[in-house]
């Protein structure tokens, strides 16, 4: 059952809108129901995900009433519901797939007005597993703050305000950007919602430390002073200024949460007809006419300062593929974000060492490994142009070329900053000597894995990095690669052991030299032997990485 095969254009004249609110939940029930046909997988993944919220959700209302008479109960209830309405704004933005119903794009060719439309997809969107996590934190939060008939009136009302002040901000969210969301870009978005995801992660585990120090939520009052007054905590906070007899301020803050849902709604409202009567990029022909580079050469811009030639040429296709291919550009965004976090969040709490800086080139020399399937099945425009060992080392020498050109200041850049933060600047030469070595055994090892255990990227889904059939090439590349750049890189990590051992510190900079002419050393041979290996195998790679 699809939008169209609901009677929609009858119930709209029927009952001025009244009639549509049935329909869309049928209608979104349908989706769902339709949504679990489609694959056993797809269905125990929802159970799963809703056995798991539902687990949640329990346990978040059991804590949430074991907090009732606490003195910092309020503190964490505002603050925690302003977690999960950022959720809300944010969400939309990275999964827009995750529920059709987002999607009002669908909708505008149908006769609906705008006004009746928002009342049935508000409704609507009271059905999924997000609204019900919502209300659960919602109720936990009123019977842990309420105390007094005043207090049990506001939390009535605060309830249902809070649940639909979440649910008008993500659609109003999702409808102002349903065109980006629906783009490429919009694609990028949510590849990249891992990166968000795990870079959230560290600043949660580091929040949490700092929290743990200074001598729990008492420190975090004066945020939820702040954060009390803003909707939709603010709804949650009249139950409490209700309970402490504040009865003006609940007014207030209940009001500006009415507030709040009046002005998501108008917006909702002003982009829902924005877009259903403005022409989208699909129906404007117009084209820019082209535009010539700015310098003497063909590649416009940074491009025009790399070589002549083949190695000029793929280190250009290279660097594209980083800021065009959605895959590629996630991996070095999150290997870049998560370079720079690990060294420099543990050197700020005081914990970390400056050689902590060395897992930068570690994160980013990773990126050399399965280079072939990164072209997936164009790949074979490459193989075309291969025809001896020669060739293969001159596409793979640029391959490592254009990484480079992001990976060495980057890898100074960290050193400096973490060196910068602990005020160690005595082991600053050789943690970069350290870096360098590590960066050309990863180059080297990255080479000979792409050529000896090539997998096939696929580029049908978002969180999918491999084919289901050469998951165990995967895992052999990337890990035993890194063994292997371990071992390789062995002698100067021995070299920097026996420094430290035999109180030598003085003598630590003879690591930057060692570790730079070592590491440029063991990247050039070991392209050299990949490229042999590159030559002989070609049939295989192909094979291998156009499976997806």
Same mark, same amino acid.
């Given at each position: 059952?699809?939008?169209?095969?609901?009677?929609?254009?009858?119930?709209?004249?029927?009952?001025?809108?009244?009639?549509?609110?049935?329909?869309?939940?049928?209608?979104?029930?349908?989706?769902?129901?339709?949504?679990?046909?489609?694959?056993?997988?797809?269905?125990?993944?929802?159970?799963?995900?809703?056995?798991?919220?539902?687990?949640?959700?329990?346990?978040?209302?059991?804590?949430?009433?074991?907090?009732?008479?606490?003195?910092?109960?309020?503190?964490?209830?505002?603050?925690?519901?302003?977690?999960?309405?950022?959720?809300?704004?944010?969400?939309?933005?990275?999964?827009?797939?995750?529920?059709?119903?987002?999607?009002?794009?669908?909708?505008?060719?149908?006769?609906?007005?705008?006004?009746?439309?928002?009342?049935?997809?508000?409704?609507?969107?009271?059905?999924?597993?997000?609204?019900?996590?919502?209300?659960?934190?919602?109720?936990?939060?009123?019977?842990?703050?309420?105390?007094?008939?005043?207090?049990?009136?506001?939390?009535?009302?605060?309830?249902?305000?809070?649940?639909?002040?979440?649910?008008?901000?993500?659609?109003?969210?999702?409808?102002?950007?349903?065109?980006?969301?629906?783009?490429?870009?919009?694609?990028?978005?949510?590849?990249?919602?891992?990166?968000?995801?795990?870079?959230?992660?560290?600043?949660?585990?580091?929040?949490?430390?700092?929290?743990?120090?200074?001598?729990?939520?008492?420190?975090?009052?004066?945020?939820?002073?702040?954060?009390?007054?803003?909707?939709?905590?603010?709804?949650?906070?009249?139950?409490?200024?209700?309970?402490?007899?504040?009865?003006?301020?609940?007014?207030?803050?209940?009001?500006?949460?009415?507030?709040?849902?009046?002005?998501?709604?108008?917006?909702?409202?002003?982009?829902?007809?924005?877009?259903?009567?403005?022409?989208?990029?699909?129906?404007?022909?117009?084209?820019?006419?082209?535009?010539?580079?700015?310098?003497?050469?063909?590649?416009?811009?940074?491009?025009?300062?790399?070589?002549?030639?083949?190695?000029?040429?793929?280190?250009?296709?290279?660097?594209?593929?980083?800021?065009?291919?959605?895959?590629?550009?996630?991996?070095?965004?999150?290997?870049?974000?998560?370079?720079?976090?690990?060294?420099?969040?543990?050197?700020?709490?005081?914990?970390?060492?400056?050689?902590?800086?060395?897992?930068?080139?570690?994160?980013?020399?990773?990126?050399?490994?399965?280079?072939?399937?990164?072209?997936?099945?164009?790949?074979?425009?490459?193989?075309?142009?291969?025809?001896?060992?020669?060739?293969?080392?001159?596409?793979?020498?640029?391959?490592?070329?254009?990484?480079?050109?992001?990976?060495?200041?980057?890898?100074?850049?960290?050193?400096?900053?973490?060196?910068?933060?602990?005020?160690?600047?005595?082991?600053?030469?050789? %943690?970069? @000597?350290?870096?360098?070595?590590? /960066? !050309?055994?990863? #180059? +080297?090892?990255?080479?000979? *894995?792409?050529? =000896?255990?090539?997998?096939?990227?696929?580029?049908?889904?978002?969180?999918?990095?491999?084919?289901?059939?050469?998951?165990?090439?995967?895992?052999?590349?990337?890990?035993?690669?890194?063994?292997?750049?371990?071992?390789?890189?062995?002698?100067?990590?021995?070299?920097?052991?026996?420094?430290?051992?035999?109180?030598?510190?003085?003598?630590?900079?003879?690591?930057?030299?060692?570790?730079? %002419?070592? @590491?440029?050393?063991?990247?050039? /041979? !070991?392209?050299? #032997? +990949?490229?042999?290996?590159? *030559?002989?195998? =070609?049939?295989?790679?192909?094979?291998?990485?156009?499976?997806?």
């Amino acid at each position: 059952m699809t939008v169209l095969d609901t009677p929609v254009g009858s119930a709209v004249p029927a009952a001025r809108g009244q009639g549509l609110v049935p329909v869309f939940v049928r209608l979104k029930l349908t989706l769902l129901r339709n949504g679990l046909r489609q694959s056993s997988g797809r269905r125990a993944a929802y159970v799963a995900s809703l056995v798991v919220t539902l687990l949640f959700a329990v346990g978040q209302v059991i804590g949430l009433v074991a907090l009732r008479g606490h003195a910092q109960a309020g503190t964490l209830v505002v603050l925690l519901t302003a977690v999960v309405a950022l959720g809300w704004a944010v969400m939309p933005l990275f999964f827009p797939s995750g529920d059709e119903t987002l999607d009002p794009s669908r909708l505008v060719m149908l006769p609906l007005r705008p006004r009746p439309l928002i009342g049935a997809l508000l409704v609507a969107s009271l059905i999924g597993i997000g609204p019900l996590f919502t209300l659960a934190l919602v109720l936990g939060s009123v019977i842990a703050l309420a105390h007094g008939p005043a207090a049990a009136v506001a939390g009535v009302i605060a309830v249902p305000l809070t649940l639909l002040i979440c649910l008008a901000l993500a659609r109003s969210v999702a409808t102002a950007n349903i065109r980006l969301l629906t783009s490429r870009k919009g694609r990028d978005l949510a590849v990249l919602s891992g990166l968000v995801i795990a870079v959230g992660i560290q600043f949660v585990n580091f929040g949490a430390q700092r929290l743990g120090r200074a001598g729990g939520l008492s420190s975090l009052e004066p945020a939820a002073d702040v954060v009390r007054w803003l909707p939709p905590a603010s709804a949650l906070g009249s139950v409490e200024s209700a309970s402490d007899g504040a009865y003006g301020s609940a007014a207030v803050q209940l009001l500006s949460s009415v507030l709040a849902l009046v002005a998501l709604m108008w917006l909702w409202h002003r982009s829902l007809v924005k877009l259903m009567t403005s022409p989208d990029g699909s129906t404007i022909a117009a084209a820019e006419p082209a535009r010539g580079s700015s310098s003497g050469t063909d590649r416009p811009g940074f491009f025009a300062l790399l070589p002549e030639g083949r190695t000029g040429t793929v280190m250009q296709r290279s660097l594209r593929y980083v800021v065009r291919d959605p895959k590629t550009k996630a991996a070095w965004v999150t290997a870049l974000a998560i370079g720079l976090i690990v060294p420099v969040l543990n050197a700020v709490q005081g914990a970390g060492s400056v050689y902590l800086a060395c897992f930068a080139a570690g994160m980013l020399g990773m990126q050399m490994y399965n280079q072939f399937g990164q072209d997936t099945s164009a790949f074979w425009m490459v193989a075309l142009s291969i025809s001896s060992a020669r060739d293969a080392r001159l596409e793979l020498r640029a391959r490592a070329l254009a990484l480079l050109v992001i990976t060495l200041p980057y890898t100074i850049l960290v050193t400096v900053v973490t060196a910068a933060v602990l005020g160690d600047w005595a082991a600053l030469p050789g %943690v970069m @000597g350290l870096s360098f070595a590590l /960066l !050309g055994a990863m #180059l +080297a090892t990255g080479a000979m *894995a792409s050529a =000896l255990f090539p997998y096939s990227i696929p580029q049908d889904g978002a969180f999918k990095n491999v084919v289901p059939a050469q998951a165990g090439l995967a895992w052999i590349s990337i890990f035993g690669g890194m063994v292997a750049a371990a071992l390789v890189s062995a002698p100067v990590i021995g070299l920097t052991v026996w420094l430290h051992v035999a109180d030598l510190q003085g003598w630590l900079w003879l690591l930057l030299p060692v570790g730079a %002419v070592y @590491g440029t050393a063991v990247g050039r /041979l !070991g392209l050299r #032997l +990949a490229a042999t290996r590159t *030559a002989d195998r =070609l049939p295989e790679i192909l094979a291998a990485v156009s499976k997806g």
